[in-house]
């Protein structure tokens, strides 16, 4: 992690005093969508991911400032290159009582790097695990990597007894539609136990009486509840029905900002938005003629389109910042040499689809969630309009990210809007690896949309394993640099993380977005 990633995430955090808890406080919160899985393997949305978090503990995590430190591993070694000892914290229970151990990890990441995992490109340097003894386990690396704690940050333990029982050793995944009792149900180490889940409607957390840490919240309960309508949301945080709401309306900051109780917490995010076309043969909407997308013009046409400062102004209320790279400057392999967006400009658009063959446009479909970023939706609808004015017709299909990503994973789209926040590392390998690499089991895991560019992978497979920092950095910006000059993407912006809440409320918020209330205070 680099010093102004270092100094950026030490400054979001917000200092809470360590307590324990003493009387019934019940944390109510909310966001626009619902987790889409209580399986940690079934996909790869951060913000399911930082829900289970509050029921599930990984090997080492993240602190207050971000540092990775020891959780259910105490300590580790590097005994070669390819094979990392971890020893394992001792008297650990799972929340229905069976004692953790490394039969338990050497069952998940089995599970991870199952083939069948939907998020196994979070652990892709990892091609097996044994076991040394009772608290000790061996993780075996197909090469050198110098990110694999800031990975198994991310990798939640399960009971293997209890997956045993519930017939869930194998991985759910949202994707190919594999549902496990893990999908609905949770058992971890963590914080909170899972009490209630109710899709779509809510899920009741109960304080882990028995959790092997110290706990820093004042908590004895966390209900979440996913409402879609912001207005809805809003109210309900107006009305005291709510807590907290997690992201926050940019529209509403201001109104609620000024209502007495209430407060606003906004920062950076790490998290960028970008457009994602097709590299196949043909576009859905063009079936039987070549995909116009695949011609670097009409990539640029499409960019030089964008007007990102109306919508910067106007749906983004001035708190996002305009990109033209995959990941935020505060992550590692940023360039801002490289981090320059095409400018708005309609005639060079339209000059460069005549170049390309289609002066009179084409017909394209774009894909957006409406309950998974800020101002998903409005801004998908902002671009259709934009391209219009170039002769581009878009086909628009907006819905919630539950239906949304399987989509996208299946390649139901021409073009379709992602975020990403360079999770789990915080580094910009997590781009070049999952989006960038071709999708070949291996790497590429979230390359849904047929991108193969052989000097990229080459650069993938080489950072993978290069320990010298300086050079693995240069790798990822060569990367990125072809990325942007090929507009193998188009970036739109860096988004904001903004919460509003009770003033009654004290949490940390980090440049990640996740929530957590293991760290919550209550007055």
Excluded at 154 to 179: C, F, Q, R
Excluded at 451 to 469: F, G, Q, T
Aim: aromatic fraction near 8%; charged fraction near 25%.
């Amino acid at each position: 992690m680099n010093n102004y990633l270092k100094a950026l995430l030490t400054g979001l955090a917000i200092v809470v005093p360590l307590s324990t808890p003493a009387i019934a406080e019940t944390l109510r919160w909310s966001s626009a969508g619902d987790v889409i899985s209580y399986d940690p393997n079934a996909q790869v949305d951060s913000f399911t991911q930082s829900v289970q978090h509050m029921v599930f503990d990984p090997l080492v995590r993240r602190n207050k400032d971000l540092k990775l430190e020891p959780a259910l591993a105490t300590s580790w070694e590097v005994i070669e290159p390819t094979r990392w000892r971890f020893k394992l914290r001792q008297g650990v229970k799972f929340h229905e009582g069976q004692s953790f151990n490394a039969d338990d990890v050497v069952a998940t990441v089995q599970r991870q790097i199952d083939p069948g995992a939907r998020n196994r490109e979070n652990l892709s340097a990892v091609v097996g695990v044994e076991k040394v003894d009772d608290y000790t386990v061996d993780l075996i690396l197909r090469g050198a990597y110098p990110l694999l704690l800031n990975d198994l940050a991310a990798i939640y333990m399960m009971s293997k007894p209890w997956m045993e029982a519930h017939d869930a050793l194998k991985p759910g995944n949202t994707t190919t539609g594999v549902v496990t009792y893990a999908s609905n149900h949770a058992n971890g180490t963590g914080p909170f136990k899972l009490v209630t889940y109710e899709p779509d409607s809510k899920s009741v957390f109960a304080v882990n009486e028995g959790w092997w840490d110290k706990p820093q919240h004042n908590l004895t309960e966390v209900e979440f509840r996913p409402i879609a309508s912001d207005a809805t949301r809003v109210a309900a945080l107006l009305s005291g029905e709510l807590d907290m709401i997690a992201p926050v309306p940019l529209q509403d900051i201001d109104r609620i900002d000024n209502t007495e109780g209430l407060k606003v917490v906004q920062n950076p995010s790490l998290r960028e938005i970008f457009l994602v076309p097709s590299f196949r043969p043909e576009l859905h909407t063009m079936p039987g003629k070549p995909n116009p997308l695949l011609d670097v013009k009409v990539r640029q046409a499409l960019w030089h389109a964008l007007d990102m400062n109306t919508i910067q102004k106007r749906l983004m209320r001035g708190k996002s910042r305009v990109s033209g790279m995959l990941v935020a400057p505060e992550v590692t392999g940023y360039d801002a040499s490289i981090d320059v967006p095409l400018a708005y400009d309609i005639d060079k658009a339209k000059a460069l689809l005549t170049e390309a063959g289609y002066p009179e446009g084409f017909k394209v479909g774009l894909g957006c969630s409406n309950d998974r970023y800020i101002a998903d939706e409005q801004i998908c609808l902002a671009i259709a309009s934009m391209w219009a004015k170039v002769g581009v017709e878009v086909d628009l299909s907006t819905e919630s990210k539950t239906t949304y990503f399987p989509r996208t994973d299946k390649g139901e789209f021409d073009i379709y809007l992602l975020g990403w926040a360079s999770l789990p590392p915080m580094d910009g390998y997590s781009v070049l690896q999952a989006l960038l690499a071709t999708n070949d089991g291996t790497f590429g895991g979230s390359n849904a949309n047929g991108l193969s560019n052989p000097e990229i992978d080459k650069l993938a497979r080489s950072a993978a394993v290069e320990l010298d920092e300086p050079k693995r950095i240069q790798m990822l910006k060569d990367a990125f640099r072809i990325t942007h000059d090929q507009v193998l993407y188009l970036p739109l912006h860096q988004q904001p993380v903004a919460w509003a809440m009770s003033d009654k409320v004290e949490i940390p918020q980090f440049a990640d977005e996740y929530v957590r209330p293991w760290f919550a205070q209550l007055k």
